[in-house]
């Protein structure tokens, strides 16, 4: 399974892990995702999304429909 946020597209980033002596290595960056069942009460319906922490936050101010809304209209998710 990807490492991809499904509201946010938030993904894996690359860079450097660099020593005292200024060597750099390759390193990852890891998005903080979590598995997460939302319901939907428009829908009547409960679904699971795997989302970082910041978009779990804005659920939790916004609501999940809106923020559901707003991914679909920036093409995160095909609905």
């Given at each position: 399974?990807?490492?991809?946020?499904?509201?946010?597209?938030?993904?894996?980033?690359?860079?450097?892990?660099?020593s005292?002596?200024?060597?750099?290595?390759?390193?990852?960056?890891?998005?903080?995702?979590?598995?997460?069942?939302?319901?939907?009460?428009?829908?009547?319906?409960?679904?699971?999304?795997?989302?970082?922490?910041?978009?779990?936050?804005?659920?939790?101010?916004?609501?999940?429909?809106?923020?559901?809304?707003?991914?679909?209209?920036?093409?995160?998710?095909?609905?």
């Amino acid at each position: 399974m990807a490492r991809v946020c499904d509201l946010t597209g938030k993904r894996v980033q690359v860079g450097n892990n660099v020593s005292h002596a200024n060597n750099k290595t390759k390193r990852k960056f890891y998005p903080n995702l979590q598995k997460k069942r939302f319901y939907i009460p428009e829908e009547d319906a409960w679904v699971t999304l795997k989302v970082s922490t910041s978009a779990l936050r804005t659920i939790n101010k916004n609501g999940i429909s809106a923020v559901l809304k707003k991914a679909v209209e920036q093409g995160f998710i095909m609905y």
